[in-house]
């Protein structure tokens, strides 16, 4: 079945990763989506990204992707990204501010041929501003936007996220904005420019944290688990050494898990967690806590949850969640053949449509598709 986006055309100019992860949505959606490499350099480092195309990286981002190489620093490479754009829908490119001007691969010189064009820069800072020329990365993003201090305990370091988490919210508010400007065209006619970038994106996303800021004294008080956005959560460790996650939302849930374990005494915990509370009474609770929780082991609780539905959750592994029956129910993972890897676990399309449900099709190998794209042109 054909995704959302089948009939549009995208050209994806980038080395960095939020950019490819933008390319990655609208190609999971449906669309066919051109990635256009640097030729491989000596030595054999093709991209600033990706050392193979069998990293886990390019597995990652070039989902259903093309990838062509194109060297447009020259006449012949522009004039074939030039050809291509004219008949494309929508171009992404990652560069620096000034990059593409420089190569003839800017909004203006594409749409002076193509008016229609939806053309979005992905960048780290934007387009303008007194950090618009740093190259970003996931450190230089967290630390640039309050997210590394916000993953901290109150009188503790920074916390170095073991996962990327700004590359993701940079490409998802990118191709949000890639669809809204290709709604526009289609009412209108009108292609148009975007100027995304990382740095406006985590924001938006760390919102509670910005309005605690202005609206409260949170910053002064924050909490064991401040990244939470529920001061009464909190994990604990089971009997067989595992962990679950405890978030009563309110206290009548909280009084229900009370009930079903048989300890009315703890009817006033959830509110000795909370961040108002004193440290002292806080940890004099989370004592008694800690000693309840490992009376079980983690399936053990995770299975009573089932029942009473209080949100007390167990902690899995990647692994263990990605091969979960619900996960399987899902459809999270699927198998493909992938010629230089043989069978490979693949994560599918997370939406789910009545009609136009998009799935993983295909991997493309670093430049495989050059000759194709370039005969499509004719």
Not at 300 to 329: F, Y
Not at 331 to 337: M, S
Request: proline residues 5%; charged residues 25%; glycine residues 8%.
């Amino acid at each position: 079945m054909a995704g959302p986006l089948t009939g549009t055309t995208v050209l994806e100019l980038d080395f960095m990763a939020p950019a490819r992860y933008t390319g990655y949505l609208l190609a999971v959606l449906g669309a066919e989506v051109i990635n256009i490499e640097r030729p491989a350099r000596e030595g054999g480092d093709k991209s600033l990204t990706f050392r193979e195309d069998t990293d886990s990286r390019w597995l990652w981002y070039q989902q259903n992707k093309k990838s062509m190489t194109l060297d447009i620093k020259t006449p012949e490479g522009r004039e074939i990204l030039q050809r291509l754009a004219q008949r494309s829908h929508v171009v992404i490119e990652g560069f620096r501010p000034g990059a593409v001007e420089r190569l003839g691969a800017d909004y203006a010189t594409l749409s002076a041929r193509n008016p229609g064009l939806v053309y979005c820069s992905v960048s780290a800072f934007g387009q303008a501003g007194p950090l618009k020329d740093l190259f970003g990365r996931e450190t230089v993003y967290g630390a640039s936007t309050g997210l590394l201090d916000l993953c901290r305990e109150k009188s503790g370091p920074p916390v170095m996220l073991p996962f990327l988490i700004t590359d993701v919210v940079g490409g998802m508010h990118a191709a949000l904005a890639i669809l809204a400007a290709l709604k526009h065209r289609e009412s209108t006619g009108e292609g148009q420019y975007i100027d995304a970038c990382t740095f406006d994106a985590m924001f938006p996303f760390l919102g509670l944290r910005a309005y605690d800021t202005w609206l409260s004294s949170w910053f002064g008080s924050r909490p064991r688990h401040a990244t939470s956005g529920i001061e009464t959560m909190d994990t604990f460790e089971t009997r067989d050494g595992r962990y679950v996650v405890v978030t009563p939302d309110s206290q009548a849930i909280w009084n229900r898990f009370c009930k079903a374990v048989e300890r009315p005494d703890l009817e006033g915990a959830r509110a000795a967690l909370d961040a108002s509370a004193s440290p002292e009474l806080r940890e004099q609770v989370r004592a008694r806590l800690a000693e309840l929780f490992k009376s079980k082991t983690r399936d053990e609780w995770t299975a009573l949850n089932r029942e009473i539905n209080v949100g007390l959750v167990g902690v899995l592994d990647l692994d263990e969640a990605m091969s979960s029956e619900h996960a399987t129910v899902r459809g999270i993972v699927k198998e493909i053949h992938y010629p230089p890897l043989g069978t490979i676990k693949a994560l599918d399309a997370p939406f789910k449509f009545s009609k136009t449900q998009p799935t993983l099709q295909r991997y493309p190998q670093y430049g495989g598709d050059t000759y194709a794209v370039i005969e499509s042109l004719g």
